[in-house]
């Protein structure tokens, strides 16, 4: 069974850093692209960055040079570190995973909240 077990979320004030952890078990195939995504209260959920097999990486443009995606191949883990929030990147984070075959996985979410 796939299980993705993200952490490192929480209360932090504007200004702040985070850092995000995911990682993943139970994978048959081996990971293509990790990602994170977000979701604030009566929002749509959105992209926030995202890493290939190759580490080319891709942001939003709303967190791009204060929010860095990497990856730990040998731990099936992927990392967010924020910088710099604000109050407008309080959301529920989710990590996602593919494998080769395109088979996609979610994470359960974790809650970062900035305070202004």
């Known amino acids: 069974q796939v299980q993705l077990v993200e952490s490192g979320g929480g209360l932090v004030q504007a200004g702040g850093s985070l850092r995000l952890s995911c990682a993943a078990s139970?994978?048959?195939?081996?990971?293509?692209?990790m990602a994170w995504y977000r979701q604030a209260p009566g929002k749509q959920r959105e992209l926030v960055a995202a890493i290939t097999s190759a580490s080319s990486t891709n942001y939003v443009d709303s967190v791009k040079g204060r929010f860095t995606i990497s990856r730990d191949n040998a731990k099936n883990t992927v990392y967010l570190q924020m910088n710099s929030l604000k109050p407008e990147d309080t959301a529920v984070y989710y990590c996602?995973?593919?494998?080769?075959?395109?088979?996609?996985?979610w994470g359960q979410g974790t809650q970062v909240t900035v305070s202004s």
């Open positions: 139970g994978l048959i195939f081996s990971i293509n692209a």
């Open positions: 996602n995973v593919k494998d080769v075959r395109r088979n996609m996985y």
